[in-house]
């Protein structure tokens, strides 16, 4: 017989943790905006998106632009580009909707779990996922911020 258990988290980040997620949050959303402006531009004149792989080579050049990019943990900007969109990709069961590329694709629902997803909701959603998989795996306290 199989069975389901559920487990509920809550966090109670210290300050300097707090800091450091506001900081890792707004520069993933910073990275995430920058290359959906681009990837809606290449949709539109292309047809496609943009891979991972031609976003993922211009981190390094905006990180020497805007220095502040370089204060957070790189994993995550990185993790907010494979994921540009977080918008396509589904914050419940982590199915990618290719059709959510298209920025004009507001509220979608996921085709793999049924749940209705507004795209901004949604890409919030994986955001705070990806500020706990940081928090867990923080060595903030030990090494403090950047
Ligand atoms: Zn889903």
Request: aromatic share 8%; net charge positive; hydrophobic share 30%.
């Amino acid at each position: 017989m199989k069975k389901h258990k559920s487990y509920k988290f809550r966090i109670y980040p210290n300050k300097e943790q707090e800091i450091l997620i506001a900081k890792t949050i707004g520069c993933s959303r910073f990275i995430f905006n920058h290359f959906l402006v681009k990837w809606d531009e290449s949709y539109k004149t292309t047809g496609k998106g943009l891979s991972y792989g031609s976003c993922s080579k211009e981190i390094p050049m905006l990180k020497d632009t805007f220095d502040w990019l370089k204060e957070v943990d790189s994993t995550s900007v990185q993790t907010s580009v494979k994921h540009l969109a977080s918008s396509q990709l589904c914050s419940s069961c982590g199915h990618q909707h290719k059709d959510v590329k298209h920025l004009g694709l507001r509220e979608w629902t996921c085709p793999s779990c049924g749940i209705h997803h507004d795209r901004d909701v949604n890409a919030g959603l994986n955001l705070k996922q990806e500020a706990e998989r940081i928090l867990a795996s923080s060595t903030v306290g030990t090494t403090g911020l950047a």
